[in-house]
């Protein structure tokens, strides 16, 4: 099992740009594939972007596709999601995601675990 928590939300204007991090506790963190899901008021939480436990593999949801990055540092225990040209819209809590696997490539849109979330607000 792994704890994750997140880190790195804040307040940025429109066109900015904002990387949140997940730290994950535990040394197995290799051993699972990650996401990123958001969740803004009044709305369901939905899926943001995924990476394998080797990064070589990625998935993005289509309103973040070219504008956000997600990468991994296996050394760092760590999960980033690099947010470019943000618009209001993206307004949201960011929570981090993983699940034990033993496929190295693949993505995945459910998980095991979950982090608290960061908030992340974008200024019109």
């Known amino acids: 099992q792994v704890q994750l928590v997140e880190s790195g939300g804040g307040l940025v204007r429109t066109g900015g740009s904002l990387r949140i991090s997940c730290a994950a506790s535990g040394r197995t963190f290799n051993r699972h594939a990650m996401g990123w899901f958001r969740q803004a008021p009044g709305k369901e939480r939905e899926f943001v972007a995924a990476i394998s436990r080797n990064g070589v593999s990625t998935g993005y949801a289509d309103s973040v596709k070219g504008r956000f990055t997600i990468s991994r540092d296996n050394a760092e225990n760590t999960v980033y999601l690099q947010m470019n040209s943000l618009i209001p819209e993206d307004t949201a809590v960011y929570l981090c995601?993983?699940?034990?696997?033993?496929?190295?490539?693949?993505?995945?849109?459910?998980?095991?675990?979950w982090g608290q979330g960061t908030q992340v607000t974008v200024s019109s």
């Open positions: 995601a993983g699940r034990m696997t033993l496929n190295s490539d693949a993505v995945f849109s459910d998980y095991e675990y």
